[in-house]
């Protein structure tokens, strides 16, 4: 919604500018105000905001209004850029050691998700080839060392625990151990900690100063507010991060904390965690970032999963089906078969611009229920499929009996199926609104 | 001086404390004008209590200054304070035996620490505490209990991770019946709440409760991390309409981060906050204060 919101109200301010050849400053600062908002509602710094607003109205004024765009989309364009820009032009990698043993420090706040990223990191890490040790150095949380260690056991990963000895102690031993044990990358899994604790940032000073770390990475929730900056800064003064992890991201939080990070350490953001599997760790790519805190929905990475899984020859049929309305059951079942070679649908839907999770209540599914829907399906005649409306109670109640089911579960899937409709409609005019082969979608576009 | 450069020198000079900032802007302002208007609301911002919110109170206060001829920034300061405090609603958890309290938030919060933190208080005020791990997801999130039900002096009852959450709490709710304890408090895995399965295991917990032990007084709480955004309104709001949070727990005060947005979640959401979390030991945990909580802000 709030990508639509954004732009509905800059084509307002807009509006009567309609016909005129340029951007003026009055024109400018009116919209800037919708920016602002956007971006303070999505938890950029309230002083990386002032600064950004300033330049992008810098960059904006005098433009002129090219013909192949409204304004509004145009002023959105230059602060899409300008906050891409802002995160990184590119994607940043990883620092290894060209000869020894490569060290990876993760610090953060408590409960940002450094265990789990560790795990992730290294899983990812032994997939490329290399050969991880994770280091258990939290001494202080309880069952902190046996979290890692069963993450460690779930990926198949060495972990090296020395008990609660001193955090420095442990992480000089595991390196020496990792030289021995031919591990050619070292995680270090720190304790979490508060930023103006002296005593515990010490630690992680001589930490740094023990093992010469190759990368020292900043573990930031995603759901950070304006305090993440003053976070950020404090780890970054202490320790010189050389980037940062983003975590919980697969959930509806804007993740203005990235861009506000970003802005005062410089630092660039390495990767974000999606999800609780041990899997769900992805490179950065900061224009999806860009239009995600702007509320446009991660729309590259949408069109990436989706060209990777998606038959094209299906989804074209599925489009000109859906045009011609006559989009039934058996379509459906087939659609809902491809969505799930995307990845869970709950990230999907989250990639999926103007749609908030929240708005798409019951047009979730998980494993089972497609089997239960399958089951369902194949149970109705072919003219049902064909034509749900004529499925009534009796019809219903056949239909659960068939499928094993109950009559709720008939009921939910033939309202997902009309939400599923509704949605791809609305999908398709969003679409028609943004011109065409803007932002292609090869599924959802429809 | 590049772009980077500048931003952090003035981000460095605005760290001052904000107590600092209120202070020497109201000092030197003669008059109310909008310049001073404009500044309280950056400070509100700055405490997470979000737009919305701030423009609320904001213009509240705009009211107020006319009507009542609010002439003085210490009168300013003392009005919106007020207005602050009076957005929060009045606090109803008593317990009474016997109680179930599920403890519920998205992950990282500082859920199992605050559980280790009532119990302890409970216990300190003569209740029988039991606590059910019923976080069977994540790693070792049973032995992180079991250390704090060891710290406190309490039962845990537990299950092997990956065991159904809801046959750990009803384990819990026969002991509870069995040992004649006061209060069980229930342990939950970190989920996000944009997870509708995950939300429906939580709902499930709820039921199990009411229908296990429909004598027993149950309660939600929401853990809440005091560094979060704006997302807290969306997290309250839909764990609200799926087990009836009846308050808040507002965690990791001692930080620098302000938790302005439980401000945003009381004049959304009608919701109190109960407790808030001041360090990692046992006994930080204190009642919640508006009055404290909104002299941090300032
Ligand atoms: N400084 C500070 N740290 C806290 C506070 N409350 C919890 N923590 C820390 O935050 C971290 C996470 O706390 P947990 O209790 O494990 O959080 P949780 O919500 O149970 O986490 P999951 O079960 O993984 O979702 C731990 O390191 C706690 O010690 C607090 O009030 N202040
Ligand atoms: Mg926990």
Redesign the interface.
């Given at each position: 919604m709030a990508f639509e919101a954004l732009t509905q109200k800059l084509e307002a301010v807009f509006k009567k500018l309609r016909g005129k050849g340029k951007l003026t400053e009055a024109d400018v600062k009116q919209a800037m105000r919708e920016v602002k908002?956007a971006l303070?509602?999505?938890?950029v710094?309230?002083?990386?905001v002032k600064?950004f607003i300033q330049?992008v109205t810098e960059r904006a004024v005098g433009q002129e209004v090219m013909e192949s765009l409204t304004p509004a989309q145009q002023v959105i364009k230059i602060v899409n850029d300008e906050l891409t820009r802002l995160m990184g032009s590119k994607e940043s990698r990883l620092n290894f050691s060209p000869s020894k043993v490569t060290v990876i420090m993760m610090v953060g706040?408590?409960?940002?998700?450094k265990?789990t990223t560790a795990g992730k990191l290294g899983l990812y890490l032994s997939k490329k080839g290399r050969r991880p040790l994770l280091v258990a150095a939290d001494i202080?949380?309880?069952?902190?060392i046996?979290?890692?260690?069963?993450?460690g056991e779930?990926i198949g990963l060495p972990v090296f625990t020395m008990g609660e000895q001193n955090p420095v102690n442990i992480s000089r031993a595991a390196l020496e151990y990792a030289s021995r044990h031919n591990n050619d990358v070292v995680i270090i899994d720190t304790a979490g900690r508060?930023?103006?604790d002296d005593e515990l940032m010490q630690e992680l000073i001589n930490i740094k100063d023990a093992v010469n770390p190759d990368e020292i990475l900043l573990v930031v929730?995603s759901?950070?507010?304006?305090?993440?900056?003053?976070?950020a800064?404090a780890f970054h003064n202490k320790l010189q991060l050389t980037g940062l992890i983003l975590t919980?991201l697969?959930?509806?939080?804007?993740g203005?904390?990235a861009l506000s990070i970003k802005?005062?350490t410089?630092c660039p953001i390495k990767f974000v965690g999606m999800g609780?599997k041990l899997t769900d760790l992805e490179p950065f790519y900061p224009e999806r970032m860009a239009s995600r805190i702007l509320g446009m929905g991660d729309v590259l990475s949408l069109i990436e999963k989706a060209t990777a899984a998606i038959d094209h020859n299906k989804a074209r049929e599925l489009e000109e089906k859906i045009r011609k309305e006559d989009f039934t059951l058996n379509d459906f079942l087939e659609q809902l078969k491809q969505v799930r070679k995307m990845g869970s649908l709950?990230q999907i839907l989250?990639m999926i611009p103007g749609f908030s999770?929240?708005k798409l209540?019951g047009v979730?599914f998980?494993e089972k229920e497609l089997v239960h829907i399958e089951a369902i399906i194949n149970s109705m005649t072919k003219e049902e499929r064909l034509n749900p409306s004529i499925i009534n109670g009796s019809r219903r109640r056949r239909i659960a009996m068939g499928s094993g089911t109950s009559v709720q579960d008939v009921n939910r899937l033939l309202r997902q199926f009309e939400q599923t409709k509704k949605m791809m409609k609305q999908l398709s005019e969003l679409e028609k609104g943004k011109k065409k082969g803007r932002f292609k979608l090869p599924f959802f576009n429809l | 001086m590049g772009f980077f450069d500048r931003l952090k020198q003035s981000l460095a000079k605005t760290r001052d404390s904000l107590a600092g900032k209120v202070e020497s802007l109201l000092k030197f302002s003669t008059k109310i004008d909008e310049d001073t208007l404009e500044e309280l609301e950056e400070i509100l911002i700055t405490a997470d209590i979000g737009v919305d919110t701030t423009e609320k109170l904001i213009s509240r206060l705009r009211e107020k200054v006319k009507a009542e001829k609010i002439k003085s920034p210490e009168e300013l300061k003392e009005a919106l304070k007020n207005e602050i405090i009076n957005v929060f609603p009045e606090p109803k958890f008593d317990i009474i035996p016997p109680a179930i309290i599920l403890i519920v938030g998205v992950n990282g919060v500082g859920k199992t620490t605050t559980i280790g933190k009532l119990a302890y208080k409970f216990k300190s005020k003569g209740k029988k505490v039991i606590l059910a791990a019923a976080d069977t997801f994540r790693a070792a999130a049973t032995e992180q209990l079991s250390i704090w039900g060891q710290r406190v002096g309490v039962d845990v009852i537990k299950h092997q991770e990956g065991s159904d959450p809801a046959s750990v709490l009803f384990d819990a709710i026969q002991a509870g019946k069995a040992r004649r304890a006061d209060i069980i408090i229930c342990d939950t895995a970190g989920r996000l709440h944009t997870k509708k399965n995950l939300m429906e295991e939580l709902k499930k917990l709820y039921r199990v409760s009411e229908k296990e032990y429909p004598e027993a007084r149950i309660s939600s709480l929401l853990v809440l991390d005091a560094t979060t955004g704006q997302n807290a309104i969306a997290q309250a709001r839909i764990f609200k309409e799926a087990v009836n949070i009846s308050g808040i727990i507002l965690t990791k005060l001692d930080g620098t981060a302000k938790g302005g947005v439980a401000v945003a979640i009381a004049s959304e959401l009608n919701l109190p906050v109960l407790f808030v979390g001041v360090g990692e030991g046992v006994d930080d945990l204190q009642e919640f204060d508006p009055n404290a909580f909104v002299d941090a802000i300032f």
């Open positions: 908002l303070l509602e999505a938890d710094n309230y002083k990386v600064d330049r706040l408590q409960g940002s998700g265990t202080y949380r309880p069952a902190a046996k979290q890692l260690q069963v993450v779930k508060l930023h103006i929730d759901m950070t507010g304006q305090d993440a900056v003053n976070v800064e919980k697969d959930g509806d939080t804007r203005g904390a802005a005062v410089g609780e709950d989250n999770p929240q209540q979730e998980n | -």
